[in-house]
């Protein structure tokens, strides 16, 4: 029987920037065309929350009833572990995904009715990353998901519903945050490459090799800063954004040294904190 901090953990409380990220900077944009709305925001979060924490225990559970958790290199997986029960994990899950979809219900009744559509796409999405006859997480397709999600939709979604539209600097911080999420996934599969290949998961780090890996998660931590670039044509003060570059210096760090397995874990904890930092200074710039 899992405690409450084993289920917490279960809930990988690191992957959180993921979800805060985004709705920062969308916040950021927002306000960067006088269109914030800070109960909308804060639905947003809810929403970007429950999400994030449904699609890691859908993961825990899909992966564990597949077996391929149980030699598992990473955080803690509760089925995998045989800590929770895969009918527990399960519920889990889905109870954080009904949350996801009440609060994003709740902020599409106040904005445009077709958001209703978009949310229920980010739902079958966070499921069927993992789960499902073909997961296409499985198939090397997560890192482009993840851009989409917790990138695009995320970033501009949170704009839109508050602003009312979407502009050239919702995009630009959408692209950003979506890089940075990437590259967390990126870091975190990179770790998984083994234990990946042997389960027959082909994820984007499996196809690419170890070594285009380590390039790309490289290349997913620059381009934000060449957004921030592109942001002062909005304003100067965005270069402030540059102050998340010594993370991401540190976040490439084991990735660039070739480190392998637990050793790349603070490659994941330190691009998730280069992209909260980035997208935090970047909104207050944007806001004043």
Known sequence: MASAAQWLEGARPRTLPNAIAPVVAGTGAAASIDGTVWWKALLALVVALALIVGVNYANDYSDGIRGTDDDRVG??????????TPTAVRNAAIVSLAIAAVAGIAVSLTSAWWLLLVGAVCIAGAWFYTGGRNPYGYSGFGEIAVFV???????CGTQFVQA???DWVGLVCAVAVGCFSSAVLVANNLRDIPTDTESGKQTLAVRLGDARTR???LALLLVPFVATLALTF???????????????????????????GLDLVPALRDSGLAMLVWSVATAITLAT
């Open 75 to 84: 955080p803690l997986r509760l089925v995998g572990s045989k800590l929770a």
């Open 149 to 155: 999600f917790f990138g695009l939709i995320a970033v």
């Open 164 to 166: 009312e539209r979407v």
């Open 215 to 217: 390039t790309l998660h």
């Open 234 to 260: 909005r304003t100067l003060w965005v270069l402030a954004g540059l102050l998340a570059l010594p993370l991401a210096i540190k976040a490439n760090g084991p990735v660039r040294s070739g480190n392998k």
